[in-house]
Structures are given as structure tokens and as C-alpha cells.
């Protein structure tokens, strides 16, 4: 191991062990699945690394934080034509920095295919609520098996912010992303992706100067190789779960899903070297994972604990606690489903006796999503569903819950703050 990898990146021969599982992924794989010794010093200089051009746009606005972040504002949501005519003068010295990051993004990557960004926004919406289930109940809940990716959290105060905004904040995001030409410049998934990223780096400022950030163990705040392997969660994680839940998209799909998630990996600051192009390659990122965290711990179990309890945040229109029950249930029996009931105890999760509801949509897909595959009719009412199940979903986590939120004010989520 480099002597600059943070600690959290376990040595390199400790990589090279071998048993049943890894010589099932040899088999899967281009390349052997451990990772050679580049490879693992790439994972040791990443975990130091941020994102420059958005980190260089942080370090230019904090130098006057209340005039200069209002400029970046304007520029992302507006445009520069909106600036202030007095933008030039007093407050403007190194504005050329918010000038560049923006023309870089406005010129698209030369790879870009827009076709395959609709095809993928339309299978997405076919995908109805098993999209969601796999990001929540298993992108989202495992990866807080991963400590690393957990820092962050414990260390702004998300534990103390409540579940159901956290979740309504990010499945937002997700909306707005995954809507017909919402990647598009000014449209609302380009502008919420780059204020997320905005936000990304205004943490890794803040972290980078507390004295309670231990960089020698985590390495840089939402940092390169950990934001690769959050969008490899919203990728490659997804078409794994939904061939488990009984839906088997064809490569077409496969293709243009990935290239989907290469852009809005790209907007959101991670390095094309970590641009996943084939599932296979995330397959062997995926499990690198193993090697740059610790064992699952109290933060594991934090997060994970005040997850499970989302369900009774939500205000149902109708016996609400009941389907508050029923929901804890089905989020539970689904994570279960896909890690087992020793993962669940990390968690510090209640396990169920059996992944029912799991069971249930597997059938349920495999009857729908294959006789779609025959039918113009059924394969047409699954893409209209689908996209309104998710956006319902997006509204029961947005919702006020009575007994919760009474009194409170409103809150903007943060992937739509320009509205």
C-alpha cells in the first residue's frame, strides 16, 4: 500500500486471497477480479482526490461566500447572461474560474449519444416502483455496510436531520434526472445534479478544515473513488436487483443504462477512468468495495435503523397505520432478500422470517415484464405505470406527516432548491 493511501485501504497482498466466490466472477469477468497492483494504487491516490474543477469553484466563492455563490447560482440556473451588470467589478476578480467550469460542462463529452439517454430515461420509467425498491432497500441500505461512504453523514449531522427529507431530497434528485430531457442544460435533472455537486464540494471544504475529520483513515471527504462507487449504486447495482426481482433486460438496455449513468456520473464530477462502459467492469469495482472499508459499524447500524423506520413518516390517504406497518415490512423483507439476516443484524435491523414481498415481485415481474416482451399493449401500460408509481412514491416521502412534522414549515428538498 501507498504510505499516502488512508489506512481505511487495506494492503495489497490482503487483496490477492482467492475462494469460491472470486473464481465465479473470474469466470464472469474480462480481468481477474482482484485488483492488480495499479489498480489498487489507483484506489489509494482517489481516495485523496475530490473534484478539482468544482473544488476550484468552492475555494473562489468562499473567498466571499454571500455575493459569489448568488453568482453561481444565477450561472447554473439562469445563465451568465443574468449576472449583475456590476459583476465584472468589485466581487468579480477570478470569476474566469466560474466561467471555464461552466463551458466545460455545456460542451458535452464527444461520447455523449442522446438517443441512448432517452431509450435509458424510458426503460427507467418501465422499471415502476422495482427502480426504487433496489435503490432503497438495497443500493441505499447496504451501502451503509460500508463505513466509509457513512463519514459524511455522521460528521454534517444527517442523523440528526429526519429520514423522510433525506430520502424525499434524493428520490427528487432521481425524478428530476430521469425525466424526458431533464439532462438538458437548464432543465431541472442537469441543474439539481450540478447543485448536488455544488453541495459535495462545499462538504469536502468544510470537512478538509475540521480538526475532527481523520483524513489519514478516510481520506478526502466525498471523495473520487467513493463518488465512483455511489453511481455504480444508481447503475450497476440496479440491473443486478431487477434481474433478481424477476425483470431481465435485454443488452440494448443494458447499454443505454450505463451510458445514462456515465453522463450523470460525469455532471457529478466523477473521472472517466471510473466511467463504467461494460457491467462486468462494475462487477470487479463492486467488489473491490471489501478492501477500502472497515467492518459495518455503530454508523451502520445508526443509518441503517433510521431508514428502516422511514415507513412510519409517510401520511397515507387512507388507514396509514396500518400501511405504515405493511411498508416496514416489505422494505425490510427485500433488503433481506438480497443480503441475508447476518448483514440485516449489522444493520441493526429487525429480520423477517421469510423475504415474502421479495417473493412476491419476483413472480409478479416475471409475469408482467416477460409477457411485455409479446405484448405492444402490456408493454406500453408498464411504461406509463411505471413512471407514475414512481412519481407517487416521490410524493408519499414528501408529504407531511401529521403526527410527525406537525407545525413545521415546508421545506425545499435540495435536489429542486431553484424552484
Known amino acids: 500500500m501507498s504510505p499516502t493511501s488512508p489506512t481505511r485501504l487495506i494492503a495489497f497482498e490482503h487483496t490477492q486471497h482467492s475462494n469460491w466466490f472470486t473464481q465465479i466472477l473470474n469466470h464472469l469477468c474480462d480481468a481477474p477480479v482482484q485488483p492488480n497492483y495499479a489498480e489498487h494504487c489507483q484506489i489509494g491516490r482517489d481516495l485523496n482526490v475530490g473534484d478539482s474543477p468544482m473544488d476550484a469553484v468552492i475555494e473562489w466563492v468562499m473567498q466571499a461566500p454571500k455575493v459569489r455563490r448568488k453568482c ?23 470569476i474566469e474560474i466560474l466561467y471555464d467550469f461552466f463551458a466545460h460542462l455545456e460542451q458535452t463529452p464527444a461520447w455523449l449519444d442522446p438517443q441512448k439517454i432517452n431509450n435509458a430515461v ?6 415502476g416502483i422495482n427502480n426504487g425498491f433496489i435503490l432503497r432497500d438495497v443500493s441505499l441500505m447496504a451501502g451503509y455496510l460500508f463505513p466509509g461512504f457513512n463519514q459524511p453523514l455522521v460528521m454534517t449531522g444527517a442523523l440528526k436531520q429526519q429520514v423522510n427529507v433525506r430520502l424525499a431530497e434524493t428520490t427528487k434528485w432521481w425524478i428530476d434526472i430521469t425525466e424526458m430531457n431533464g439532462l438538458q442544460r437548464f432543465n431541472a435533472g442537469f441543474t439539481s445534479t450540478i447543485y448536488v455537486r455544488f453541495i459535495h464540494a462545499l462538504v469536502r471544504h468544510q470537512l478538509k478544515k475540521s480538526d475532527r475529520w481523520d483524513s489519514q483513515t478516510w481520506g478526502v471527504p466525498i471523495n473520487q473513488y467513493d463518488l465512483a462507487m455511489t453511481n455504480i449504486a444508481f447503475s450497476s447495482v440496479v440491473l443486478l436487483g431487477i434481474r ?12 443505454d443504462y450505463l451510458h445514462f449513468w456515465r453522463y450523470v456520473g460525469w455532471l457529478m464530477g466523477v473521472e472517466e477512468h471510473w466511467a463504467v462502459q461494460k457491467e462486468s467492469v462494475a462487477w470487479r469495482w463492486l ?11 455503530q454508523s451502520s447500524s445508526a443509518l441503517g435503523r433510521s431508514l428502516s423506520k422511514e415507513p412510519f413518516y409517510r401520511e397515507y390517504l387512507h388507514f396509514s ?3 405504515q406497518k405493511l411498508a416496514y415490512r416489505q ?4 433488503t433481506q432478500f438480497f443480503i441475508g439476516k447476518k448483514r440485516m443484524q449489522n444493520l ?5 422470517p ?34 407514475r408509481m414512481q412519481k407517487m412514491g416521490l410524493a408519499l416521502y414528501q408529504r407531511p406527516n401529521k403526527s410527525h412534522d406537525r407545525d413545521k414549515p415546508p421545506r425545499k428538498q435540495l435536489a429542486s432548491m431553484h424552484q
Do not use: M
Not at 447560482?73 to 477570478?94: M, N, R, S, Y
Not at 424510458?122 to 422499471?127: G, I, M, S, Y
Not at 413472480?363 to 416477460?370: F, G, K, P
Open 122 to 127: 424510458q426503460f427507467t420509467h418501465r422499471l
Open 348 to 352: 441493526g435491523l429487525d429480520t423477517r
Open 354 to 387: 421469510a423475504s415474502w414481498f421479495a417473493y412476491y415481485l419476483l413472480i409478479r415481474n416475471l409475469i408482467l415484464y416477460t409477457g411485455a416482451k409479446h405484448s405492444p399493449k402490456l408493454h406500453q401500460y408498464l411504461q406509463n405505470q411505471g413512471r
Open 72 to 94: 453561481f447560482e444565477i450561472a447554473l440556473f439562469q445563465g451568465f447572461d443574468h449576472l449583475p451588470d456590476d459583476v465584472t467589478g468589485l466581487q468579480a476578480d477570478g
Open 287 to 297: 467488489y473491490w468495495l471489501q478492501f477500502s472499508h472497515p467492518a459495518a459499524d
Open 244 to 255: 433478481a426481482l424477476g425483470i431481465f433486460p435485454n443488452q440494448s438496455e443494458v447499454d
Open 331 to 334: 422494505h425490510l423483507e427485500i
Open 321 to 323: 397505520p396500518l400501511q
